[in-house]
């Protein structure tokens, strides 16, 4: 095999990893009604297949310096495939959450910084950066594909299917993973547990809470969970601020603990002074931002097209196609780039072009879909989406010696994970809890009959559901409401998904304009020469250790 092959092998794992992502949300509305659930179910199995990588990540990495990081690397490929196999044979929301969002997710937290640090090790110099910008590439290309497998798949055959496939692929992987070099020495150290409770339990609280917030409200409760019929508010609050500033108490002590494993000559799950480093700080930040719009877009997109458009999980994913096609050729034009532009110059005319793409796709919002903007948006989005995936893994990994891939490998996985899971668990709140109130408020300020106001008031006490807009007036006659209220709840309603989905796109647009301000510290000069990285840097809190 040429000297690429190890980067190829990586790259078909990579490609998984990240397809899985992206895949289902073209099938939403398909596995809602095969697995009689809601969105808000999926958008949690989507939230918390990410979260479950975020919170474990810095596990997974410490892991691969334990056992050796191909031998992580082969179990967490075995755990993926029983995960997606599981998943492809789920009978309900509950075993597909189980295989997808915690055995894949548990799987990949190993597979995912094995990667950056198998890249490391097979390749150095010139063909480390080249390598990295190839598994960039991937990244995106797997982004850019999963609607369109996922919409094809699940339209022509069952989105089960695409498990079963992601099954096929890591057998291959594993078939071949032999041949990708790891000439890493195992280490004999202990793993501190409480740092792995700390740092999963602060994450798993801050994007639950955040999660939570369309059902329970951000700060005053709206429909608080009850015990023994009794609401819990604590002080009159909604749960919501206490699970997120909790969560943050949490990683703050997290933070503390590892400084002190440091001080006492104790190995850290994760070397916290390593944030010092302004590039690597830059790096994981942008990615964060980054991750976080690509899981927004990649939700209410598909919500938006099969739920207020009524498409088909196909059509979802050729109106996607034009970010698809775009993503995969800039990533190719980014890794271009890199031999006449500094990668601050290439990242920061990504995320300027992101937030261009994002107020096309907020124009473009209606109930008779303006194609040509939304076209012209989906491009833009993908090329700026493509322009940061070619250079952020080299940005980071450039960032610290060879003996650190493997924990910056992790800390790539959390930033990205968590990203993916804040934006998913951000922007669904926000829309299902702004279609909330303005379905409610349309209704209540209608001319509709009292009596229908008073009907729909008690059948979303529990909140409004996100169904396809031309099925509310059979689901209003059916409820008892003439012919006549029906269609004009139906309006009701799409206007208020049109107005929820409006919002949701400008909340996109103000993370793009606020990720532009952790560009600042991205390299102004090509990284990752020859020599590789930066490997006259010291290990930071070595000096201690």
Known sequence: MSKWGAVIILGLAQFVMVLDST?????????????????????????????????????????????????????????YALGSLITGLAPNIVMLFLGWSVIEGLGAVLVIPAIAALVANNYQGRDRVTAYAIIGAISGGAVAAGPLIGGFVTTYFSWRYVFFGEVAIMVVVLLLCRRVTDSSVPQKIRVDVLSVLLSALGLVAVVFGMLQSKTWGWILPNHPPEIGGNPVEPLGLSLVPYFIVGGAALLWL????????????????????????????????????????????????????????????????????????????????????????????????????????SLFLLSSVSLDLKSVPFA????????????????????????????????????????????????????????????????????????????????????????????????????????????????????????????????????????????????????????????GGRSKRRRPETATT
């Open 376 to 531: 012209v948006g989906m491009f833009f989005a993908g090329a700026a989406l493509g322009l940061l995936a070619s250079q952020l893994g080299n940005v980071n990994m450039s960032a610290v010696t060879e003996e650190q891939t493997s924990e910056v490998g992790g800390l790539q996985g959390v930033f990205q994970n968590l990203g993916s899971s804040l934006g998913t668990a951000l922007i669904g709140s926000v829309l299902i809890g702004s279609l909330a109130s303005g379905f409610l408020g349309a209704v209540s300020s209608s001319d509709l009959p009292s009596t229908v106001k008073s009907q729909v008031s008690d059948s979303t006490q529990s909140g409004v559901e996100i169904v396809p807009v031309t099925t509310v007036t059979a689901i209003a006659e059916k409820a008892g409401v003439t012919s006549a209220q029906a269609a004009q709840v139906e309006s009701l309603y799409g206007d208020s998904q049109v107005s929820a989905l409006r919002l949701s796109f400008f909340v996109l647009t103000v993370i793009a304009i606020v990720s532009l301000l952790f560009s600042k510290n991205i390299p102004t000069q090509l990284v990752g020469g020859e020599g």
């Open 23 to 79: 895949v289902m949300n073209v099938s939403i509305s398909t596995v809602v009604k095969d697995l009689d659930t809601s969105v808000a179910a999926m958008q949690g199995a989507i939230t918390f297949y990410t979260l479950t990588m975020a919170a474990m990540m810095l596990l997974g990495a410490k892991l691969g310096d334990i056992w050796g990081r191909r031998r992580a690397f082969v179990i967490g490929a075995i755990v």
């Open 254 to 357: 997290f933070i503390v603990r590892q400084r002190y494993l440091v001080r006492t000559n104790r190995p850290p799950l994760v070397h916290v002074s390593m944030f010092s480093i302004a590039q690597l700080r830059a790096g994981l930040s942008v990615l964060a931002a980054q991750y976080a719009i690509t899981a927004a877009i990649f939700f209410m997109i598909p919500v938006y097209l099969q739920m207020t458009l009524g498409l088909d999980a196909l059509s979802t994913g050729l109106k996607i196609f034009p970010l698809s096609i775009s993503l995969i050729v800039f990533s190719i034009v980014g890794t271009r780039l890199t031999a006449i532009w500094s990668p601050r110059r290439i990242v920061r005319l990504g995320q300027i072009i992101l937030i261009g793409a």
